[in-house]
DNA sequence: TATATATCCGACTATTTTACTCAGATATTA
DNA sequence: TAATATCTGAGTAAAATAGTCGGATATATA
């Protein structure tokens, strides 16, 4: 099982598409600039989570990628499935063939914390973090410091 | 965060430490052959759980390794966290500024997440694990297999 | 219709981690 | 003293991560 950076990238783009979805779509130069993740790479997970139905994208410009549905029926888990290939523990993949064709010893172990964190992460909705007071108060101070660059770059302008 | 072969073999190893103490010490060449790991390799696993105090170790002829304490309380999580690093499912290792010096947009989802899963592992006890029914027929299984193979060489050598 | 904006796409690469191997030193029992 | 084991450190192949780069394609707007 895997969660490293790719996994957590996914997620926290997929939240700011949630919590900037009521100003059309969001490009991924916005996100990039806000969360500090490089536009390639943005490239490369959107790709994922559109093959997988989770985002759709309006070319040119003003375009951007939007939520293919509403936030309250995205979960975690099918975010993180669609970059990782799976948050499955075992080292079989489930298959029970981890140990001379059999399971090995610890293979129900791994069964039943695979099902432990698929069952938190898909009880979690991009709905319920976009509520979260602690996920809004992160939110409002980066929009906070994005309207504070942006009139900087004005006025180096004018 | 991570759990790989890594984790699992220290865990596997574990259990086949604690499945079999009532026999004395238990030689890192014999859980190789039931549980098919690289001598060497559980050689450097069991360097770090020896550091962490989960097992203590007995050197020549008839030596190998115990548990340090009894079954009821080494917990998995113990185990995990003694060969891999941690595990923390936050990006920052719960320092909590992963972007720019502050939280990240999700950095409390993966704070709960490593709550979550460190709850379930610290929950879970060796003598758990050696109590379960479906454990039990896989660890019956295993020394049924060594049996019948140690009866062979005996065969070819007589 | 030109231009800028954005998604798309594939190939390539540096770094890190995993999962080992190997050589040998050290301790202990018989 | 020989065999058995733990110990230790260094090295290494393969895989995954975390990107970069160059360019093609679609589309809104001037």
Known sequence: MRLTTKGRYAVTAMLDLALHSHQGPTSLADISKRQEISLSYLEQLFAKLRKHELVSSVRGPGGGYKLSRESESIF???????????????????????????????????????????????????????????????????????????????????
């Open 76 to 158: 975690i888990a099918e975010i993180i499935d669609a970059v990782n290939e799976t948050i499955d523990a075992t080292n079989c993949h489930g298959a029970g063939n981890c140990h001379k064709g059999d399971v090995c010893l610890t293979h129900h172990l791994w069964s039943d914390l695979s099902e432990q964190i698929h069952q938190f992460l898909s009880g979690i909705s991009l709905a319920d973090l976009v509520e979260r007071n602690d996920i809004k108060a992160v939110a409002d101070r980066q929009d906070a410091q994005e309207r504070a660059q942006h009139e900087q770059v004005l006025a180096v302008i004018n």
